[in-house]
């Protein structure tokens, strides 16, 4: 019923920047995204939060984030962007787009792309 395809991963050098995009394709109808974002999981540690954005266009960083990254979001069209500027090598992960449909108003599930992942390397 969700399908996330996630793109725009990659390589890039210290200092670099990556755009990465999100394309939720929903069967059915819903009532809207609740949420919409991205976490991220390095090798050996836990997934964590980078940042989100609501259907009303609040957002949430990690500290870690804040002033580099960008969250931004097309509702119309389903989809979440993360454009990461200044990255360094510590931003190498394995990044995931996560959605919150809002189904009915009672019914609410959160779903997960494959990830895709971002290496900084020089």
């Known amino acids: 019923q969700v399908q996330l395809v996630e793109s725009g991963g990659g390589l890039a050098q210290p200092g670099g920047s990556l755009r990465l995009s999100c394309a939720a394709s929903?069967?059915?109808?819903?009532?809207?995204?609740?949420?919409m974002g991205w976490y991220r999981q390095a090798p050996g540690k836990e997934r964590e939060l980078v940042a989100t954005?609501?259907?009303?266009?609040?957002?949430t960083y990690a500290r870690s984030a804040k002033g580099r990254f960008t969250v931004s979001s097309y509702n119309a069209a389903n989809e979440v962007y993360l454009q990461m500027n200044s990255l360094q090598p510590e931003d190498t992960a394995v990044y995931f787009c996560?959605?919150?449909?809002?189904?009915?108003?009672?019914?609410?599930?959160?779903?997960w792309g494959q990830g895709t992942q971002v290496t900084v390397s020089s």
């Open positions: 954005i609501t259907h009303y266009g609040a957002t």
């Open positions: 929903i069967s059915g109808g819903f009532m809207r995204l609740d949420t």
């Open positions: 996560t959605i919150t449909v809002q189904w009915d108003p009672m019914t609410q599930e959160d779903y």
